[in-house]
């Protein structure tokens, strides 16, 4: 334990208060440096004593003060007294002390050295005069410029010159490391950027590569070579960190060796071998291992060398290597041309097969390589780490570089600023990575710093001294009840899981890969070769397409940097459907509806799924951009096919009810309801045409969607017609009866709602009454959804009713069945077989239904007469309903095989055998079909073909509604079209259309032959 000395008087501070845990030797080394009396601090020594207390561990900085003052004998005075009046000199040189042990015993060793931290002479700052201190060292001689093979010569060799050089190198790694502190002893010093300290470390690095050359030019003289000659021209191009000016305090520096001439290699070979023993030997490890074939490859090889080696056998990390390469030392010239030579290569390795993988895998590799049980402390290559921050950053900048020249920055922070500027990374995501990587590299600094060792390992959490003193050492002081080590442990793990985050959302974006795939040449939209690739891409009008991108990426605003960045992508994936031209004309629209929504374009960036399934639908189908824009939200579920497809309709009608019974307003609601079936349109159409939900999926969600909106209709109707003041509350209750294809719950997107109104008076009232009533609330209903609109109408059709559009819109249970018992024809009949309750009192619909069974299933089933009339009527819908001009073979309604052809033969079956068999007692066509096969009233094989026709003919209906954008049932003629309908089907883009024609005709003429024997009994 500390000797904290005998209690004291309660008037006479005592050291404790400055953060000394040994009070009685902090006392006598206060005393001894003059900043301490038997009244307390010494006069004036106030401010000394506050920025001790201040450094990550004050008895650390004292102590070193104490061997200082001891090397410093008499010149003690002169730096006590420049202590107390200077604070910058105060702040960087108690910073240090309180700081490095490495840096508080290369100034006891040199203890004049103090002197260059005065504020009037403190950090030379640039390359040049890093270098200069660097040659005076070693008493370099020569006019040449010493970043070349032409610059000084040392005058020392040996050990003599790896002592000078290493002691004049810890001396500006003593420049920048007070800099850097300076603010942790005096908080009202600037703190030093970390890009900055990062930028100087890299800077000291280039100045010791040239010195050490110029000890190596030396050393290789003296030993009998000749070095004037032009044998030995070697360029030194540094790598990694150094290169991307974002060293650390203790590295390896990463280097290539280039010669001129394969005549220079032997000389350039011995010269760059001497170059490493002697940095090796003075600063640091240089590390050759980047170059070609690694460390079983030559030191050095010729420019050409390099380039037959990336351009036939490099791997996809040597590329990643090489963004951050530039020449630092040696031959200029020839640096500079190795840089203009492999940085074309660099910028197109991107397009090389399986390239975003190979780069994921490696991160991976390096990842598996940290032992589990240091995973969670690794500050460079664990997750969360620095590593995760700059795999993330490389992968995006040579994909998107390619296009984009800006994003040419060889340092992770400049890179970064840039991808979110040029919007390729949402702004928030790249301020966040910034600045969790500047706090992770500040660690890895400080960690560094203490004893000038090569780490990245964070404390252990029970290492409560270590985390202490890197906490302080950060900035980072108590919170509350938090220790400092708390709060760093907390920060620490805070950036690390937002690193982590935000890796695995840029680093695996699917983004990435479309956008690689892209030639190089086609990331330049707007230069005449786009119009050529365009062309080559299948677009029909590359002009024209060319239009719409420039309208889409002119300006300097943001969006229009996204969109430059997302439509090379797009362009590619547009041309993969069936309309290229029609989609990029669709993308435009979109993108100019939603300009003003803040989140569509970065969920189009971030979320590759969706721009790729956004393409599709924008490159098949009218009806989907136009729901779109009105129902943008939509937009958010193609990255999620569970919300987009799974759906349970009864949720949805739940939810579009709850929606509409907010609103009292009779035109609030039915907008209400009228956005909600938009938005359930445009879900179901999505998944629809991504083959995301079978068809009978799909018209059970269409039909329950007209149901909802129906209930939430009639609701509000009655509501408004119960408050008027003639009626003074509800008079009835009223069912809605869904017939037709509503009743059978299989509409398409374009389908009418055939239904029929039953009512009964509620107690109190007359039949009279609640008859008037309900035919008001279902004039309301009517009135409000068949409202001029946009969107796909809402046709409430009751022209199955008794006595069609001459009767009235409303009658009571027993008024039915007076008319289908006295009047009803056998097409009445045939009508009722698809009745169900759908909405309203669904109690009195099912009375309503159960009541007329005996019509629709009568008894003994049909005479023949009744046969020869359903034969008649339909024969008669065959040649007068089929449209002028419409081709019979192709109709999916009227046509042979089509829709009435194989409804009119179950309903044939069913009233002629309901009556016997209560399993034909259904309004769904596909399950009528297999009950009438089980029941053996039909061949199992010809149930199936009919099955398969009328599913045919009902997803080949809905197909031209989302192709054309609005209802049909011939098929398209026009071929773009017809390859369009063809995608909707789910056939693969570029089928051949007439094979698509001739498959339907095929299932429809075995559908034909059914209905002719199964029907028409021929």
């Known amino acids: 334990m500390a000797n904290t000395g005998a209690p004291r008087s309660g008037s ?23 900043w301490w009396s038997d009244a307390g601090p010494a ?24 061997r200082l003052r001891e090397a410093l004998a008499d010149e003690w005075p002169e730096l006590s007294a420049e202590l107390r009046a200077d604070a910058g000199l105060r702040g960087r040189l108690v910073g240090v002390l309180g700081t490095s042990t490495a840096l508080a015993d290369h100034l006891v060793a040199h203890p004049e050295d103090w002197q260059r931290l005065r504020s009037d002479r403190a950090d030379p700052g640039c390359l040049d005069e890093y270098t200069a201190v660097l040659l005076q060292a070693v008493d370099a001689a020569g006019d040449g410029d010493p970043g070349t093979n032409d610059g000084p010569v040392a005058g020392l060799r040996g050990r ?4 000078a050089l290493r002691r004049a190198y810890r001396g500006l790694l003593l420049d920048v490391a007070a800099a850097d502190l300076a603010h942790v002893a005096e908080p009202e010093l600037a703190a030093v950027a970390y890009e900055d300290v990062a930028a100087k470390l890299s800077d000291v690095a280039v100045a010791a590569l040239r010195a050490a050359l110029a000890v190596a030019m030396a050393e290789l003289a003296h030993s009998g070579v000749d070095i004037a000659g032009g044998s030995m021209r070697l360029a030194v191009i540094a790598m990694g960190k150094c290169g991307g000016h974002e060293l650390n305090y203790v590295s390896d520096v990463d280097v290539v060796f280039v010669a001129a001439e394969e005549s220079d290699v032997a000389g350039a070979t011995r010269l760059a071998s001497q170059l490493m023993r002697v940095a090796g030997a003075s600063f640091f490890e240089v590390d050759a291992a980047l170059r070609p074939e690694g460390k079983a490859g030559a030191l050095v090889r010729t420019l050409d060398g390099h380039l037959n080696y990336y351009r036939r056998w490099a791997r996809t990390w040597e590329f990643q290597a090489l963004l951050k390469a530039r020449p630092v030392a040696g031959d200029r010239e020839l ?32 990842e598996d390589h940290v032992p589990p049980e240091l995973s969670e402390r690794e500050l460079k290559l664990g997750r969360g780490g620095l590593r995760d921050v700059e795999f993330a950053v490389q992968l995006l900048q040579m994909v998107h570089g390619r296009g984009d020249d800006t994003l040419r920055a060889p340092s992770t922070v400049d890179a970064l600023r840039a991808l979110g500027e040029g919007g390729y990374v949402a702004r928030s995501d790249a301020a966040d990575l910034m600045d969790s990587y500047r706090f992770l590299r500040g ?3 400080r960690l560094q710093l203490r004893k000038l060792r090569r780490t990245h390992l964070f404390p252990a959490t029970d290492d409560a001294a270590e985390l202490h003193f890197l906490a302080r050492s950060a900035g980072l002081r108590s919170s509350g009840r938090q ?46 070769a786009a119009v050529a690739r365009l062309a080559a891409l299948g677009y029909t009008s590359p002009e024209g397409a060319l239009r719409h991108i420039e309208a889409l990426t002119s300006g300097m605003s943001r969006r229009a940097s996204i969109q430059g960045a997302l439509l090379p992508m797009l362009l590619d994936l547009l041309a993969n459907t069936p309309d290229p031209d029609g989609g990029l004309l669709a993308y435009r629209k979109v ?55 799974e759906r349970d309709p009864a949720e949805v009608a739940v939810s579009l009810r709850r929606a509409v019974a907010r609103y009292s307003e009779p035109e609030r609601a039915v907008a209400a309801a009228r956005s909600l079936r938009r938005h359930e349109l445009l879900r179901i159409a999505c998944a629809d045409l991504l083959g995301l939900m079978p068809p009978p999926e799909v018209f059970r969600a269409l039909s329950s969607v007209w149901v909802a909106v129906l209930e939430a209709a009639l609701d509000v109707a009655v509501r408004s017609v119960s408050g008027r003041p003639e009626w003074g509350g509800v008079s009835a209750r009223i069912a809605v009866i869904g017939m037709g294809r509503l009743g059978g719950a299989e509409l398409g997107y374009g389908s009418d709602a055939d239904v029929m109104f039953v009512c009964e008076p509620v107690e109190g009232a007359d039949e009279t009454t609640a008859v008037r009533f309900a035919t008001a609330v279902v004039e309301q209903v009517r009135k409000m959804l068949g409202a001029p609109s946009q969107d796909p109408p809402l046709e409430v059709d009751v022209d199955l009713r008794p006595e069609g559009r001459r009767g009235p819109l409303v009658r009571t249970l027993e008024s039915y069945l007076a008319y289908y018992q006295r009047w009803a024809e056998v097409w009445e009949a045939q009508a009722l077989l698809r009745a169900r309750p759908v909405a309203g009192d669904l109690e009195l619909g099912e009375r309503f239904c159960r009541a007329v069974d005996p019509i629709r299933y009568p008894e003994g089933g049909l005479d023949d007469k009744r046969i020869r009339e359903i034969r008649r009527i339909k024969a008669r819908v065959d040649s007068e309903r089929l449209p002028r001009g419409a081709d019979p073979a192709t109709h999916t309604k009227l046509g042979r095989g089509g829709l009435a052809d194989v409804e009119w033969t179950l309903q044939l079956l069913q009233l002629r055998h309901g009556g016997e068999h209560p399993d034909l007692r259904t309004t769904s066509t596909v399950d009528g079909l297999t009950a009438a096969a089980r029941l053996g009233v039909l061949e199992a094989q010809e149930s199936a073909e009919l099955i398969e026709a009328w599913t045919l003919a009902m997803r080949a209906r809905n197909a031209v509604m989302l192709v054309r954008g609005k209802a049909g049932d011939q098929l398209p003629k026009q071929t773009r079209e017809l390859s369009a309908f063809a995608a909707a089907l789910g056939y693969p883009v570029g089928t051949d259309t007439g094979a698509v024609v001739d498959d339907y005709l095929r299932v429809t003429r075995h559908a034909r032959a059914v209905v002719e024997r199964a029907f028409y009994e021929y």
Do not use: C, I, N
Request: a negative charge.
């Open 335 to 366: 640096g500079q041309r190795y840089l203009e030579a492999v940085q074309p290569l660099v910028w197109t390795a991107s397009e090389r097969e399986g390239f975003v993988s190979d780069v994921q895998s490696m991160r991976r590799r390096v």
């Open 591 to 645: 993108s100019e509806a939603l300009a003003e929504t803040p989140w569509y374009l970065r969920l189009l960036r971030d979320e590759g799924v969706v721009a790729e399934r956004l393409a599709s639908l924008l490159g098949t189908s009218k009806l989907v951009p136009e729901l779109l824009v009105r129902a943008p939200e939509v937009l958010r579920l193609l990255s999620d096919t569970p919300a987009l497809a």
């Open 12 to 34: 006479v501070p005592s050291p404790a208060r400055y953060g000394f845990s040994d009070v009685v030797r902090a006392e006598e080394q206060l005393r001894a440096a003059g």
């Open 443 to 445: 660690l890895e600094h």
């Open 43 to 66: 006069q004036d020594a106030e401010s000394v004593l506050g920025a001790l207390s201040r450094t990550p561990d004050p008895d650390l900085a004292l102590h070193s003060t104490e």
């Open 483 to 528: 220790g400092a080590g708390a709060v760093l442990l907390s920060e620490f793990r805070r950036h690390s899981s937002r690193v982590r985050r935000l890796h695995e959302k840029l680093f695996y974006r699917p983004l990435l890969e479309a956008v690689a795939k892209v030639p190089t040449e086609a990331l330049r939209l707007t230069t005449d």
């Open 160 to 163: 003599e010159a790896v002592s």
